[in-house]
């Protein structure tokens, strides 16, 4: 039995409700920065995935932050690219490096064969929501997340990271049939499994385009957000009379924004060249805006770190518009923090972040 | 003595004055991509610098493309990094590997004992402007260039190339004074190299800002749009009654572009994220604009190239404004043309530029 949340201040925010504080969580929060975290990944074999396919390792590092910090979300510590695995195309993590995929799609056979999957072989996930939803025992909602469909093609065209992108878009410019193709299998399995993680017991969903960003103008449009939109139209959105937010995050997704805030998500996830002020102008009568710290910040003292987030503080301003209504903003990096941020430079963001809103909120 | 230009198409589009056809040129022209670039390259001793130290082997490869493709300008062939180079800081290419400096810039000792560099430490790169100038003979316009100072001040910092800036943005946040005195000292520097470029017969400028897109708003403008704009300033911008275009190119430089048009610059370089349309809307009567098409799509077959670039020219529109002035467009690709791109891609694409915008041109 769930209990009820004893802070659903992410969940107001994403919803355009009034806040006491603008809530923040980080993307990456459960990492590598935290030596406890590291501790862990020792017991589960110093591997990634063996990690974030057994229930209780990833329910105690997922809880790991919200031990050290006061934050105010909780997200799945899970992998963007279990979707693929499951799909068949052998998800592999090297000592040092990024994921590889030992079976690509690159060809017409390849693209033929490619199939949405049995949610059963992504059972360890759906699980790990169920087991960290009740770890976290009503402190803060736990966010469920996945890769776009765009951004999954990249990795299973590529076969891993890529500094260029060169074969996804030479299949993109030179066969769209069939990265069309890809991409409608990719929306079909994405929403399924959001769907999935929503009925384990996510009470937020997330799709990151991490990669949305390297296309052109147009291209974007026609092979990452119109994808992304698919996804989020056949979302369940609401569970036990709960509405269940759904957050976009398109790294490099600026030039986009109104666009994107068109696609059906509550909130648009922002990286650290969106002028704040101008976005929410822009769209923060429609979407709540989740952003926008530079990681980078983080490696600087604590009293710059401070400044720094109160600065994003006052370029979005006082949630509370002049007619009353309230805009939303969910306080969060740009990007996944780095390993190497020093633990205490968080302190000092999450404290910064709490105090200073609370005050942008006090009448002038 | 300098022949008289046969061919002025690009200074005039960078003027926004009337022209026949869109002119096109295209980033690291001179490169790996043509077999005649590697035997010039293999007789250099197979070295990037032994390539753009000496005189004849630059002049060479900078004409390479040209004898391939009717393109409209040529640029100098040397390296962003020969300021720094020039200031002591020892600059090396490791086999397969990006630049390295020997000694990057990280300390307050380092900082203050930076130096705009003697010129005649950069003869060789003025000796090739005048030899490529001469070489051409008056067949295209010659461009020079440099890094920005933010640009060149990253790789001083960080050593060398960077996933995450992690050094240069810990210095930007937590000691932004020495961060200041670099980029004061930077632009100096890169304003006496164009300068003496001028000098030497460029006939238009261009500065690359290639890393300004990972900054955050705001530190944008204040630690890289202030000093590129600085340079500008700094740029004579008349030679033998000739005006010298300056082209100021930030990659990921689309949410600033209303502020990078105000830099002083003729010309705004556009990555193929910025709706091109939209981006002469905004800033068309004021600068000029180049780019933008995604150098991945020279991977694809070459009428797919073909599709693209006029997608590309019609996005910009007919260059002639209904009150009868001339906005004025340069077709380039949004970042360097890749090592990998089959040359013959490249024919599709100048040809489809010059006939779809002398198309473009005739009376609807």
Same mark, same amino acid.
């Given at each position: 039995m769930n209990q009820p949340l004893q802070n659903d201040t992410f969940l107001r925010?994403?919803?355009?409700?009034?806040?006491?504080?603008?809530?923040?969580?980080?993307?990456r929060q459960a990492g590598r920065y935290l030596p406890e975290y590291k501790a862990t990944r020792v017991k589960a074999g110093n591997s990634f995935m063996g990690l974030a396919t057994n229930v209780q390792y990833a329910t105690e590092v997922t809880l790991q932050p919200l031990d050290?910090?006061? #934050? $105010?979300?909780?997200?799945? /510590? !899970?992998?963007?690219?279990?979707?693929? $695995?499951?799909?068949?195309?052998?998800?592999? %993590?090297?000592?040092?490096?990024?994921?590889? /995929?030992?079976?690509?799609?690159?060809?017409?056979?390849?693209?033929?064969?490619?199939?949405?999957?049995?949610?059963?072989?992504?059972?360890?996930?759906?699980?790990?929501?169920? !087991?960290? +939803?009740q770890a976290l025992n009503g402190r803060v909602p736990l966010i469920g997340f996945s890769g776009s469909p765009w951004t999954l093609a990249c990795y299973m065209v590529?076969?891993?990271?890529? $500094?260029?992108?060169?074969?996804?878009?030479t299949m993109l410019y030179g066969r769209p049939d069939l990265m069309h193709r890809i991409l409608?299998?990719?929306?079909?399995?994405?929403?399924?499994?959001? =769907?999935?993680?929503?009925?384990?017991?996510?009470?937020?969903?997330?799709?990151?385009?991490s990669w949305g960003g390297v296309l052109a103008d147009?291209? %974007?449009? +026609? /092979?990452?957000? $119109?994808?992304?939109?698919?996804?989020?139209?056949?979302?369940?959105?609401?569970?036990?009379?709960?509405?269940?937010?759904?957050?976009?995050?398109?790294?490099g997704g600026g030039p986009w924004l109104q666009d994107i805030a068109d696609c059906g998500a509550d909130v648009v996830g922002l990286d650290w060249t969106v002028n704040l002020e101008r976005a929410r102008a822009q769209v923060g009568g429609k979407v709540?805006?989740?952003?926008? #710290?530079?990681? =980078?910040?983080? /490696?600087?003292?604590?009293?710059?770190?401070?400044?720094?987030?109160?600065?994003? #503080?006052?370029?979005?301003?006082?949630?509370?518009?002049?007619?009353?209504?309230?805009?939303?903003?969910?306080? =969060?990096?740009?990007?996944?923090? !780095?390993?190497?941020t020093p633990p205490e430079h968080v302190t000092a963001l999450v404290e910064a972040v709490h105090a200073h809103s609370r005050a942008l909120r006090r009448p002038m």
């Open positions: 925010a994403c919803l355009r409700q009034p806040t006491e504080h603008t809530p923040v969580w980080l993307m050290r910090y006061p #934050l $105010d979300a909780a997200i799945l /510590f !899970s992998d963007i690219l279990t979707v693929p $695995d499951a799909m068949g195309l052998g998800l592999s %993590f090297g000592a040092g490096e990024g994921p590889k /995929f030992a079976h690509p799609v690159r060809d017409e056979a390849a693209v033929a064969a490619l199939q949405s999957p049995d949610l059963d072989k992504l059972r360890y996930v759906f699980d790990a929501v169920t !087991s960290i +939803r590529e076969g891993g990271g890529s $500094d260029d992108y060169r074969l996804v878009k409608a299998v990719n929306a079909q399995a994405v929403t399924a499994y959001l =769907n999935a993680q929503v009925e384990a017991g996510a009470q937020a969903l997330m799709v990151f385009d147009g291209a %974007f449009q +026609r /092979f990452s957000l $119109d994808y992304t939109r698919r996804v989020v139209q056949g979302l369940k959105r609401e569970k036990d009379g709960q509405r269940i937010p759904v957050i976009v995050f398109t790294k709540a805006l989740q952003g926008n #710290l530079d990681p =980078n910040v983080l /490696f600087a003292p604590p009293d710059a770190v401070a400044r720094e987030a109160r600065a994003v #503080l006052d370029a979005f301003g006082r949630p509370q518009r002049a007619d009353g209504a309230w805009d939303g903003h969910i306080f =969060n990096l740009g990007h996944g923090i !780095s390993q190497y």
